[in-house]
């Protein structure tokens, strides 16, 4: 069971890294990590693919700082309730799709599926790359997973 710190509501870098508060769910916070963040995908998605890439690029640098703070500050490596590295993996995972509500939920999942399974080589930089870059790092290695996996399922269909 995810029990949330305190912090979360009033420390403005805990908030962030716990994805605006989603991540204090006692129950699946990477789910609804992931979940959360699909308006502001749906929000993104209208910027030309330049600034998308530049966007999740910042985001990705300051959820390093994010998460590595937040851990650091909880005494806890990678607190399941630390979310923000789900919200850039599935930012990731969607990048260049079109947006419909269908391409959203069916990017929720294929993320969710190598984000939880973690095969090779993500299950190793997880368990070997510590700090804000280790908590992230698995993440993004899961979206590329399931971008192929997206990219793959529209040039077939």
């Known amino acids: 069971m995810n029990r949330a ?3 979360v509501w009033h ?4 908030f ?3 994805g605006f508060g989603s991540g204090a769910v006692p129950f699946a916070p990477g789910t609804v990590g992931t979940l959360a963040a699909i308006p502001f995908y749906w929000l993104m998605s209208e910027l030309p693919l330049g600034w998308y890439l530049m ?10 700082w994010l998460c590595e ?3 650091r500050d909880l005494g806890v490596h990678d607190h399941s309730g630390i979310v923000w590295d789900e919200f850039v993996g599935y930012w990731l995972t969607m990048t260049a799709v079109p947006f419909s509500w269908e ?3 069916w990017g929720f999942v294929v993320f969710r599926v190598f984000d939880v399974f973690k095969p090779w080589p993500i299950r190793w930089a997880d368990r070997r790359v510590a700090g804000g870059f280790g908590i992230m790092i698995d993440d993004v290695l899961a979206s590329a997973y ?3 996996t997206m990219h793959l399922w529209f040039w077939l269909h």
């Open 55 to 64: 966007v999740v690029a910042i985001t990705f640098l300051w959820g390093v």
């Open 103 to 105: 391409a959203a939920l």
């Open 146 to 148: 399931a971008w192929s």
């Open 5 to 7: 710190p305190q912090s």
């Open 69 to 71: 703070k937040s851990s």
């Open 11 to 14: 420390r403005p870098v805990h």
């Open 16 to 18: 962030l890294a716990f």
